[in-house]
C-alpha cells in the first residue's frame, strides 16, 4: 500500500525519500552501517557506506542486463568469447556500468572532501 506522504529518511548525512528506486541501496547501508555498530548515519563512515551500495545496487542491475546472452558467451581464461553481435552487446553494457561507476566514484570524491574533510583517493583507487 502507498504511503499517502513520502518517507523522509537520514542517511550518509542526506535526507532522501525512500522510495522503489533506492530502497535497496538505503535499506543495505542501514544494515552495514548496523553491522559495524553504527547507530549515527550522518557521518562520513555512512556516506561512503552509501555510495558502495549505490555502486552495488548499480553492478547488480547490469548483471540484469546480461542475463539474456549469458548462454552466448563462453567464460574463456582472459574474459569472455561471444559471437561479434553478443560481444559489442555486451561490451556496451559493460563500458556504461564502467562510465556510471565512475561518476558516482567522482562525485563521492568531490562530496567526501567538500563535505567531510576525507580524500577517498585510496579508497577509490581500491575499488578501480
Not at 504511503?3 to 538505503?26: C, H, K
Request: with cysteine; proline share 2%.
Amino acid at each position: 500500500q502507498r504511503a499517502d506522504t513520502p518517507r523522509i529518511v537520514t542517511v550518509a548525512g542526506m535526507s532522501r525519500e525512500l522510495n522503489a528506486s533506492n530502497a535497496e541501496v538505503i535499506i543495505g547501508t542501514v544494515i552495514e552501517e548496523a553491522n559495524k555498530g553504527q547507530i549515527d548515519l550522518t557521518g562520513f563512515d555512512s556516506f561512503w557506506t552509501y555510495i558502495k551500495q549505490d555502486i552495488i545496487a548499480k553492478l547488480g542491475a547490469v548483471d540484469k542486463d546480461l542475463s539474456p546472452i549469458a548462454d552466448n558467451c563462453e567464460q574463456v581464461e582472459a574474459g569472455y568469447h561471444c559471437s561479434n553481435c553478443v560481444c559489442s552487446y555486451r561490451n556496451t553494457i559493460v563500458d556504461g556500468a564502467l562510465v556510471e561507476a565512475s561518476q558516482i566514484l567522482e562525485l563521492a570524491r568531490s562530496q567526501a572532501l567538500s563535505i567531510y574533510g576525507v580524500n577517498l583517493d585510496d579508497d577509490i583507487n581500491a575499488i578501480l
